[in-house]
């Protein structure tokens, strides 16, 4: 009976990791260069999609609807770069 409960504790701490895991949002560089805002703007209901890496892509995601497109302010194109030699430092 103990290897059972071994068992289902092993299995709930995977679960659980997993579950904590998929819900933490990891800092990346943002790839994508072109955000779209959604109607609203002048009632402060806008709706801001940062995922287009072109103008037109994200030209042809408003056509027909109340929105506009402006570069992403969080866009980073500079590729990391880490010196030969130097060991990384970790967070906290």
């Known amino acids: 009976m103990k290897f059972i409960e071994a068992i289902m504790r092993t299995l709930f701490a995977c679960i659980a990791a997993l579950i904590i895991g998929s819900t933490i ?54 590729p990391a770069i880490v010196p030969e030699g130097v060991p990384l430092k970790k967070r906290g």
């Not at 801001?48 to 506009?68: H, N, P, V």
């Open 25 to 78: 949002n990891t800092a990346q560089a943002e790839t994508s260069r072109w955000c779209v805002v959604y109607g609203g703007a002048t009632m402060g209901q806008s709706v801001s999609k940062c995922y287009f890496r072109t103008l037109t892509q994200c030209r042809a995601a408003i056509a027909g609807q109340d929105g506009a497109c402006h570069p992403n302010e969080l866009f980073n194109s500079a």
